[in-house]
Structures are given as C-alpha cells and as structure tokens.
C-alpha cells in the first residue's frame, strides 16, 4: 500500500494508458495500461480510493493506492464507447452514459448493471442532480433528458437546438443552474426550479456563444469558490474561457495549449483548473492569474481527460 496522496490527480489518453501525477512537481508516479481501449473519461470516488475510467466499452475501476496494473472491477453492459461516468456522493453506486444509446447505473459493491434508461441516440455526456435523485443527459441527436431515479422515468425532455450534439452538460452545486455545451460553440443556461413534485423545471435564463469551435466540456465552480461563480468552457479552439456566472461576461481566456482541449477539472476552492489536451499535455492553471503554471508532459498522443480530488472525503467533511 502506498501512502494515500491528499490530491489525486489522473489523465486518460489515447495511447491506452492513465498517469497519475504529482500535482505541484508535475512528476508522473504511477502509469496504466489500459491495453484494449482508448479512456474515454475519468472520475474519482468520493472516498479517494478507486479511479472509474470509461473506455469501449467497458468501465474499469482502479485501486488509487495500490500499483497494481489490474483493475479491482469491471462493468460490461455497455455495447459502445463509455463517454460519461460519475458517482453518488456517497460513493454507492456510478452512472454512465454510452454512444449505444443509454444510461446506466450501477451498484459498485455488486456486478452487473441495476437500471437502464434509453435515450435512443449516443449520450454524450450525464450529470447528476446534487439531489442525487436526477441524472441528466445529453445526447448526439441533441437532446436533452432528465431522468427520475425515484420515478424511474425520463421525467424532462429539452431540445436546445435541433440536430446540434449536447457535448456536455453542468449542474450548479446548489442546484440552481444548469449549462448545456453544443457543437455549435454555445452554451444554453437555465434556471433550475423546483416544482410542486420533486420535478425539475427548466427557465430560460441565457445564451452564450462561447466559442467558434465546438465546446468539449463546461463545467461550473465549486461550493468552496464562493461568492465566486465561474463557468469554464474547453473548446476545439484550443482554449479555455472562463465567465462569471453573474451576467456571463468573459472572465480570462486560458491560453497555451497548442490543439483541442477535451476536458477540465476545478479544485476544490476552484483556486486552480486543470485541463486535457490533444497536444498530450494536461495543464495547471491560476485562475486569479489565468497563466499555466504547470505542464504534466508524458503521454504520447492525445490526452482526452483528467480527474482531480484534492477536497476532504465525505466522512471527514
């Protein structure tokens, strides 16, 4: 066993293999071959023990403090590329979101899929409620649905822009936004209302040409940079613009990676990004600064995502 790291940071990549990086020297400590697919995406439980990385179109579960190449679990069902995972906040089970047209939920203490929602086109991307009770998705046909874990149906259904592929979607931490990014370089922005019903309604609150390119991930800021509200948003531009939350005006444009940047991640005070890129670096950025401060140079071909927890675990919160 190795002493647990209090930031885990990790990237995926084309060249089949997940490193895992000292975040403040930028050394690489640990490398995966992930010998039968490319990493789709990236995530860490809540509790720091276990790295899910989506691939095609398995999900494998990683040990963090273990050197072992071998996954500790596999999760099969899925029939194609795995684009999105995530976990409850208390660590019970994972989602998924795959190009065969589904989202998934899984028990991680058991094998096999527990539930299966059909959204009839390749889903790239899912979030989930911080009522734990919602999952959303979006997909290539460029809709958008919420699916009900307690009704155990697609209570939602929004089409932003017929035709346009949801790239990726971000909910607020409270619960009070949510942000969809399309090919067309835009963001959708609603207000979130709750309903008589735990049912979520969607208010049209604004709309944001973000980018020329296509947007790859938005992500909105964490609870611990409040007052502070950023949305950040990694486009095939080959940059990363930050905006204020309040009026969606251009914060910083981050600037140095030489190809598209897939992926982004805050830290946990959101005083920090790190993102992914096709150039196969990952990056460190001040978001007071906007500059990079720190290259993780390593992989040999694109670097497509990255996973990032440097905040308390849940039983010590």
């Not at 969809?180 to 040409?209: I, S």
């Not at 613009?241 to 981050?254: P, R």
């Amino acid at each position: 066993m190795m002493a647990q790291p209090s930031v885990i940071l990790a990237t995926g990549s084309y060249d089949h293999t997940i490193r895992f990086w000292e975040a403040k020297s930028g050394r690489c400590y640990r490398t995966i071959q992930v010998q039968e697919s490319q990493v789709n995406r990236l995530e860490i439980t809540p509790d720091k023990r276990y790295l899910a990385a989506a691939g095609n179109p398995h999900i494998r579960l990683y040990d963090v403090n273990s050197n072992s190449p071998q996954p500790v679990m596999s999760y099969d069902s899925h029939t194609n590329n795995v684009m999105a995972v995530g976990f409850q906040c208390d660590g019970n089970w994972m989602y998924s979101g795959s190009e065969d047209g589904t989202v998934k939920i899984w028990d991680l203490r058991a094998p096999g899929c527990q539930r299966e929602y059909e959204s009839r086109a390749a889903v790239n991307t899912v979030v989930l409620h911080p009522n734990q009770t919602e999952l959303i998705s979006g997909d290539q046909n460029g809709n958008i649905r919420v699916w009900d874990l307690t009704a155990n149906s697609c209570s939602c259904e929004l089409v932003p822009e017929v035709d346009t592929a949801v790239r990726s979607l971000t909910v607020m931490w409270d619960g009070s936004l949510v942000v969809a990014a399309n090919n067309h370089g835009t963001c959708y922005v609603w207000r979130l209302l709750r309903g008589t019903q735990t049912m979520t309604n969607f208010e049209p609150l604004h709309k944001l040409q973000a980018h020329n390119g296509y947007i790859l991930k938005c992500l909105l800021s964490p609870e611990f940079c409040e007052p502070h509200r950023y949305l950040a948003t990694a486009s095939s531009d080959h940059t990363v613009k930050i905006w204020n939350v309040d009026g969606f005006t251009l914060e910083k444009t981050l600037t140095g990676h030489q190809r598209w940047v897939w992926d982004c991640v805050f830290s946990v005070d959101g005083a920090y990004l790190i993102t992914a890129s096709s150039d196969s670096t990952a990056r460190l950025w001040s978001m007071s600064t906007g500059e990079d401060i720190r290259v993780y140079q390593g992989h040999h071909k694109a670097t497509v995502c990255c996973a990032l927890h440097d905040g308390a675990e849940p039983s010590a919160a």
